[in-house]
């Protein structure tokens, strides 16, 4: 159930910063937005990391495959695509498209075992909800 609830919480806490940093880029431009909302999220995750037991730093440098490591640059980009989208199709639609888009993509890395993920078979049931999803945009958007 927490599992549910934090990812409802999760969503809407995307749909509002994309709402808030597509703001922050009208008195600023793209990169300025973007790299405030990582440094503002950097000073979080430290504080965060002092206050609740400062766990080993050195641990980063045992990740294997190395790419892990990369989750940060494809924040700056998930920021920045974000903030066009919602810029351009308004906080529903690009909502509507991000979220069947990690459906699709979420779906294929399990699937496929991508990125040392457990393979995990293919359910047609699946592929109907991901087409439902799809559906609904199109319906939404007429």
Same mark, same amino acid.
């Given at each position: 159930?927490? $599992?549910?609830?934090?990812?409802?919480?999760?969503?809407?806490?995307?749909?509002?910063? %994309?709402?808030?940093?597509?703001?922050?880029?009208?008195?600023?431009?793209?990169?300025?937005?973007? %790299?405030?909302? +990582?440094?503002?999220?950097?000073?979080?995750?430290?504080?965060?990391?002092?206050?609740?037991?400062? +766990? +080993?730093?050195?641990?980063?440098? +045992?990740?294997?495959?190395?790419?892990?490591?990369? $989750?940060?640059?494809?924040? @700056?980009?998930?920021?920045?695509?974000?903030?066009?989208?919602? %810029?351009?199709?308004?906080?529903?639609?690009? @909502?509507?498209?991000?979220?069947?888009?990690?459906?699709?993509?979420?779906?294929?890395?399990? !699937?496929?075992?991508?990125?040392?993920?457990?393979?995990? %078979?293919?359910?047609?049931?699946?592929?109907? $909800?991901?087409?439902?999803?799809?559906?609904?945009? !199109?319906?939404?958007?007429?």
């Amino acid at each position: 159930m927490w $599992g549910i609830l934090i990812a409802l919480l999760s969503g809407a806490l995307m749909s509002v910063q %994309g709402v808030f940093n597509t703001e922050v880029t009208k008195h600023t431009g793209i990169w300025v937005s973007s %790299g405030w909302v +990582q440094l503002t999220a950097f000073a979080v995750c430290l504080a965060m990391w002092l206050i609740t037991g400062r +766990q +080993q730093i050195g641990g980063l440098w +045992q990740v294997r495959p190395w790419y892990m490591l990369t $989750g940060g640059i494809l924040g @700056a980009f998930i920021t920045f695509t974000v903030i066009k989208s919602v %810029g351009s199709l308004g906080p529903a639609r690009s @909502a509507l498209l991000i979220v069947v888009s990690q459906i699709i993509v979420a779906y294929c890395i399990e !699937v496929f075992g991508l990125f040392g993920m457990e393979k995990a %078979g293919f359910e047609w049931k699946k592929l109907i $909800g991901a087409a439902v999803a799809i559906a609904g945009i !199109v319906i939404f958007r007429y």
